[in-house]
């Protein structure tokens, strides 16, 4: 399995910017899927954006329009652009991968992300 390793997180006032980071230890071309999830304390984790092969990405309801997902093949990197974030973008960020449809998943550590004024 690929391990993966987020970085970018941190705080942020609110409408501010972040863009995080997933560095993968191997070749991402191949993969089936690449996301981001997050969990907030107290609720589960949830889908924020995930690119399957080069299809056009989903985006959960909550951030579409505000966070962009893109990869870069040549980095083995996939990235998570924030933008207009809002206090109840506050969670832990998890990177996932999914070499096949039916496959078991990688997940990173996860990075914190805050927005408070």
């Known amino acids: 399995q690929v391990q993966l390793v987020e970085s970018g997180g941190g705080w942020v006032q609110p409408g501010g910017s972040l863009r995080l980071s997933c560095a993968a230890s191997?070749?991402?071309?191949?993969?089936?899927?690449m996301g981001w999830y997050r969990q907030a304390p107290g609720k589960q984790r949830e889908l924020v954006a995930r690119?399957?092969?080069?299809?056009?990405?989903d985006y959960s309801d909550s951030v579409k329009g505000r966070f962009t997902i893109s990869k870069d093949n040549a980095k083995n990197t996939v990235y998570l652009q924030m933008d207009s974030l809002k206090p109840e973008d506050t969670a832990v960020y998890y990177c996932?991968?999914?070499?096949?449809?039916?496959?078991?998943?990688?997940w990173g550590r996860g990075t914190q992300v805050t927005v408070s004024s």
């Open positions: 191997g070749s991402i071309f191949s993969i089936y899927a």
């Open positions: 996932n991968s999914l070499p096949g449809p039916f496959a078991l998943a990688s």
């Open positions: 690119i399957i092969r080069d299809a056009k990405p």
